[in-house]
């Protein structure tokens, strides 16, 4: 097992953070590169695959924490607010052999692919498409960027107004997680797994200091309160009974890539993959997703 230092995937193009740098394959959509091409949706989340980590916004923060371990890692020489999706560089434990999400949450980051937010040189925000996505086409091959007027089609429109959304949730994430810092609030995680017979060590991770908060006087408890961070440092420490998933998930994907080599086996030309396609399979079983529920707050 490979394990790391998390915050060296802070920013990065796997974390799908808005406004990250720019990659060769990702794109500004104009009128120019896209007048004349159409978009497909995306059908799983084989995309997010090697997404250890991801950032939160504010307001999904109650929901994550729910279902997603909440971390802190530094991103640009300060913390920021993280989902924790896996312990192995560049594996997310979330994302099934199938392609479909095996949690209860998925975090609004990924909801817009492959669509992404950036800037243009002038420092302006800029919608812009991952072009190695397999998911930009020719004219009528799926749906127009823009209209006959010329204009964004509504639902390019959509994607972009959720996107600006998320990264101002993003923003006061930011905010919040600063404050908790400010306040002496965080401290490193010493998070070990099991790595067969032995624990390793999961660096780069801070939680909040549980006995630094409750050890707070009523004005700096009123200031972290009144900031928004409060909230944020519950939702945390609440959200460590989370790790215990990221086990079985790991113990899960081990027994599916296991019943695949004993199957490429038994079946050299192929053909005894069935199982391993059904891992994770939600009832509905039609590998589609709704993209429009997924554009919901």
Aim: hydrophobic share 45%; aromatic share 8%.
């Amino acid at each position: 097992m490979l394990l790391f230092g998390i915050s060296q995937f802070v920013g990065s193009r796997h974390m799908l953070i808005a406004g990250a740098k720019m990659v060769d394959t990702i794109k500004p959509v104009t009128r120019q590169a896209h007048g004349e091409r159409s978009w497909r949706r995306f059908g799983d989340y084989r995309f997010a695959a090697a997404s250890t980590v991801v950032r939160l916004a504010g307001a999904e923060i109650a929901h994550a924490a729910q279902s997603l371990p909440l971390a802190f890692a530094e991103g640009d020489g300060k913390p920021v607010l993280v989902a924790l999706l896996g312990f192995v560089q560049g594996q997310n434990l979330f994302v099934a052999p199938n392609g479909r999400w095996a949690g209860r949450y998925v975090p609004a980051a990924l909801r817009g692919w492959p669509f992404v937010l950036g800037r243009s040189p002038s420092g302006e925000t800029t919608l812009c498409f991952d072009e190695s996505s397999g998911l930009l086409g020719r004219p009528g091959e799926g749906e127009a960027f823009f209209g006959a007027d010329g204009e964004a089609s509504e639902a390019v429109k959509q994607v972009f107004e959720f996107l600006v959304r998320t990264r101002r949730g993003q923003e006061a994430a930011d905010a919040a997680t600063a404050l908790l810092a400010q306040h002496g609030l965080l401290e490193a995680w010493p998070l070990k797994v099991k790595d067969g017979e032995h624990e390793r060590a999961v660096n780069g991770l801070q939680r909040v200091n549980e006995a630094a908060l409750n050890a707070l006087d009523a004005k700096a408890l009123g200031a972290v309160r009144d900031g928004g961070a409060l909230a944020l440092a519950y939702a945390q420490l609440l959200s460590m009974g989370n790790i215990s998933l990221l086990g079985q998930l790991a113990t899960a994907h081990a027994g599916a890539a296991s019943r695949q080599v004993q199957q490429s086996h038994a079946h050299p030309n192929g053909n005894g993959n069935g199982d391993l396609t059904k891992m994770f399979e939600p009832d509905d079983g039609n590998g589609m997703i709704d993209w429009t529920k997924l554009l919901d707050d």
